[in-house]
């Protein structure tokens, strides 16, 4: 069965400073990898996706991820943190059995501190 | 902005009533999906519709049930609520076609508490 694991309930990083949000994946065949953000009573915000190509990927705000294959991971990074970028953030990847269905990670909560 | 809307914003129902929430569809959009997240969770697939049609389901029992319509708008629907039915419900569209496969956009969702 497919499916992700976001192995940090929280990552704490100050303004200014570079941030990783990790995010390992299981999956049969090529995955096809998201990541999205929540903030406070809001719905989700997409972020950037993986299908195919080159393994980094650029998206909005200025966040990109780094597909590695090898290590079935899918890390979120931005070189310099600000403190609106603290909410919570969410991997996920489509189920190949369901070309549809999202299957998502439990969430990072993500604190950036002054 | 995604684009996608949801009505009502938030929800009060009692143990063993029904309730129905409405999304509105990204503008081009031809499929809806619903998702449920519980306090503290990652959203989990209920189902999705593509053409009006239920195109996929997730591990919710039959009283979770769904409608969309011709302009694509869509509903959920849950018959005899349970507590653990509590959470917040999203509604994501997308444009599904030629074998290709698009970004999910959410709504801001629609909190639902059942006492």
């Known amino acids: 069965a497919q499916s992700v694991a976001q192995p940090e309930d929280q990552v704490n990083v100050a303004e200014g400073n570079p941030l990783t949000v990790k995010c390992t994946y299981s999956v049969s065949g090529n995955p096809y990898l998201f990541w999205y953000v929540q903030y406070p009573n809001r719905g989700l915000q997409f972020l950037l996706k993986y299908i195919t190509g080159d393994n980094l990927v650029k998206g909005s705000y200025g966040f990109e991820a780094e597909f590695n294959k090898s290590q079935t991971s899918f890390h979120l990074k931005k070189p310099s943190a600000l403190v609106s970028d603290s909410a919570l953030y969410f991997c996920?990847?489509?189920?190949?059995?369901?070309?549809?269905?999202?299957?998502f990670g439990s969430g990072t909560r993500l604190l950036v501190r002054p | 902005e995604t684009g996608v809307t949801q009505s009502p914003t938030h929800l009060i129902k009692t143990r063993g009533q029904q309730v129905t929430l409405r999304c509105s569809s990204q503008s081009g959009h031809n499929t809806v999906s619903w998702y449920q997240q519980a306090l503290g969770q990652g959203p989990q697939f209920i189902f999705q519709?593509?053409?009006?049609?239920?195109?996929g389901r997730g591990n919710f029992p039959p009283r979770f049930s769904g409608l969309q319509f011709p302009n694509y708008s869509s509903e959920l629907n849950v018959n005899a609520l349970e507590l653990d039915d509590s959470a917040l419900y999203l509604c994501?569209?997308?444009?599904?076609?030629?074998?290709?496969?698009?970004?999910?956009?959410f709504g801001p969702g629609t909190r639902l508490t059942v006492t």
């Open positions: 996920a990847v489509r189920d190949v059995d369901s070309s549809y269905k999202l299957i």
């Open positions: 519709y593509y053409r009006e049609e239920e195109n």
């Open positions: 994501a569209s997308s444009l599904v076609g030629s074998g290709s496969f698009y970004e999910q956009y």
